[in-house]
């Protein structure tokens, strides 16, 4: 790496070379926190704007403190990305009697996210520019061996420059995953709300950055930090007022699973999910066409809740009216024989064959759905088009796989459809590619 630092001359035999801090000029104070001061000066080498970031031994708690900041400085200087601040220096220096700690990176010109939600919150459209630019960096972070989590995202620590690009801020919390035992017995660090329920332990994984984009995206929708909308502990749950497309509600939640098996397993499947822009143009609306609980739902015995796939009618009950219906003729060939009425007894065992073939017919068919209910996979999908003779285009994600359907019906219930409204579907987890939309 480069040196940075001025070539400095050899002092004079005798005389006390110039403190290190003398390369740079301070000009104003930028901020104050619990342990020491962040300045704007000049870089009088590069002749350049710096943040001058100074921790005073005097504010310590603990010695932890030390090693966050030290671990800052060593982490941004292996690293090398325009959405992170530049490395310039770091280093000790005496100051009266005390010591102190400088480290200094490039001046981020701009302001803190959370400064853009106090007016009122943002659209959909700029969070999720917000999320993708995050993303990125992200990507950058967890593709480096041992993978580098930073444990820290929230607004406050999201930078917009002038020109309008995202920089991510504070590594002092930053953390390098090696394997299961280094995450074993560590510091909690982090901001309550925006933490994961694994951060708590001390654990820190990639997903664990993506629980707290997650709720970063929850303060920028609401203007409100993300605490406020825990139903439980570690829960947070978007409301459902907040009129946002159901493809970005699904990603969040994903984000915000408090479980990390079920959040997405890195960045780029995470940025790529957000590219994708599967039913993001579709807002959520109540409708008959949704199920009330997306997800695998696999069910072990039939019940009330079985509905038929294109009328919303409850299957059981369709399978009831059936067989009071073929029984009802019993008393018409009861009656024809009695009578001796031949021709009534031949026409009625033909409706009754009739009839009982219909519903045998109709019992295999329903038999299949129900073995489709307990076995599917059931998801939401979204319409792509709709036939003009009746029926409709839809495509779904199968795990990772965008797949497509098509479905021709007369069924007056789809007629209200349009391109790009959720529709709820079940797929053949053993072949994606078999599929049924279907009323909820």
Not at 80 to 97: K, N, S, V, W
Not at 118 to 135: D, F, K, R, S, T
Not at 139 to 147: E, G, N, S, T
Not at 416 to 439: I, K, N
Request: contains cysteine; neutral net charge; proline residues 7%.
């Amino acid at each position: 790496m480069t040196d940075l630092s001025p070539d400095p001359q050899q002092p004079a035999p005798g005389v006390m070379p110039p403190a290190r801090s003398a390369r740079y000029r301070i000009e104003r104070l930028l901020g104050e926190g619990a342990f020491g001061r962040t300045w704007l000066a000049t870089d009088l080498v590069r002749g350049e704007a710096v943040a001058f970031k100074e921790l005073l031994p005097s504010r310590w708690k603990t010695l932890k403190d030390l090693e966050l900041f030290e671990r800052e400085a060593s982490t941004l200087q292996s690293l090398d990305h325009p959405g992170i601040p530049r490395y310039i220096d770091h280093f000790e220096e005496a100051q009266g009697e005390q010591l102190r700690y400088v480290l200094v990176q490039e001046f981020v010109d701009g302001h803190e996210l959370g400064q853009e939600v106090q007016g009122a919150p943002l659209e959909e459209a700029q969070v999720i520019a917000v999320a993708e630019a995050v993303l990125d960096i992200l990507c950058y972070l967890h593709a480096l061996r041992p993978p580098v989590v930073h444990r820290d995202i929230k607004p406050s620590n999201i930078m917009r420059r002038r020109d309008g690009r995202l920089v991510l801020i504070d590594f002092g919390a930053v953390r390098e995953v090696l394997d299961q035992r280094d995450a074993e017995g560590g510091t909690m660090v982090g901001t309550f709300g925006y933490m994961p329920p694994e951060q708590y332990a001390g654990d820190a994984w990639p997903q664990s950055d993506l629980f707290a984009l997650g709720a970063t995206c929850v303060h920028l929708l609401t203007g409100r930090s993300p605490e406020h909308f825990f139903t439980k502990l570690f829960h947070i749950e978007l409301p459902r007022t907040l009129r946002v497309s159901l493809g970005f509600r699904l990603w969040l939640d994903r984000l915000l699973a408090p479980e990390r098996e079920r959040r997405f397993s890195d960045a780029g499947e995470a940025l790529r999910a957000l590219r994708r822009g599967f039913l993001f143009h579709a807002v959520e609306r109540r409708t008959h066409l949704l199920p009330p609980d997306p997800g695998p739902a696999p069910r072990r015995s039939p019940g009330l809740h079985y509905r038929h796939p294109m009328t919303g009618g409850s299957v059981i009950l369709s399978l009831v009216r059936g067989a009071v219906a073929s029984l009802l003729a019993l008393p018409a060939v009861v009656a024809s024989v009695v009578y001796e009425r031949w021709d009534v007894l031949v026409l009625t065992l033909f409706v009754q064959v009739s009839v009982l073939a219909a519903f045998a017919a109709h019992a295999y068919k329903t038999q299949r759905l129900l073995e489709r209910y307990r076995s599917g996979i059931h998801v939401v999908g979204e319409v792509t088009g709709v036939y003009a003779t009746g029926g409709l285009q839809y495509r779904y994600l199968a795990g990772e796989t965008l797949c497509e359907g098509s479905l021709r019906t007369s069924a007056k219930q789809l007629r209200t459809l349009r391109a790009g409204d959720p529709v709820a579907v079940l797929y053949d987890e053993s072949a994606p590619e078999r599929s049924q939309p279907f009323l909820g």
